[in-house]
C-alpha cells in the first residue's frame, strides 16, 4: 500500500465496489473482531451487523492514513496474541448472526486459520486493484523494498 494517495485509496479500479481502502479497513475490523470474539469467548455474543454496514468502505470521516494505522497496530496486536496464547485447541462460542442463529463453537486454531485465508483472499483483490490503479503489485512491491531492481527500470544509455 506504499505511494498510494488517498484518491487511489478510494478508487473502485475494477468491476466490483471493492478499493484498498477499503479492503485495508475490512481486513483490520476483520482481525480485531477475531481476536475479540477470541479473548471474550462469550457465549451469548452477537455479531453487531450494523458495525459491519461500511466496513468495505472509508467512509467521509476516515482516512486512508488512519486505516494504515490502524491496520498496523491491529497486526501487532494480533502478532502479540498469537505469540501468547495458550490453547490453540481451546473451543471458542461463535457470535450468533442472522446467517447462523445456532453457530456452536470453534477452535482457536480454525479461527486464526479462517482469519489468515480471509486475509489472503483480499491480498488477491488488493494486487488487482494495485494493478488496475499504477501498475504496481505486492511481488515487485515487496522486491524493491528489499532493494532489487529489475531491467525495465535501469535506465538505457
Request: hydrophobic share 40%.
Amino acid at each position: 500500500m506504499n505511494g498510494l494517495t488517498e484518491e487511489q485509496a478510494r478508487t473502485r479500479s475494477t468491476a466490483s465496489q471493492l478499493t484498498l481502502g477499503g479492503l485495508l479497513k475490512h481486513v483490520t475490523l476483520n482481525e480485531r473482531g477475531w481476536i475479540d470474539t477470541i479473548t471474550r469467548a462469550d457465549p451469548d455474543a452477537e455479531f453487531d451487523m450494523e458495525a459491519v454496514a461500511h466496513a468495505y468502505e472509508l467512509t467521509a470521516d476516515e482516512t486512508f492514513a488512519q486505516w494504515l494505522e490502524e491496520f498496523a497496530a491491529q497486526a501487532e496486536r494480533t502478532n502479540s496474541f498469537i505469540r501468547e496464547v495458550p490453547d490453540l485447541d481451546a473451543m471458542i462460542p461463535l457470535p450468533r448472526a442472522p446467517w447462523d442463529p445456532q453457530p456452536g463453537h470453534q477452535s482457536v486454531r480454525r479461527i486464526l486459520l479462517h482469519m489468515f485465508r480471509e486475509t489472503a483472499h483480499h491480498s488477491g483483490h488488493a494486487d488487482i486493484i494495485r494493478e488496475e490503479l499504477d501498475g504496481e503489485n505486492t511481488t515487485m512491491t515487496m522486491a524493491r523494498d528489499a532493494g532489487m531492481t529489475f531491467e525495465e527500470e535501469v535506465p538505457q544509455e
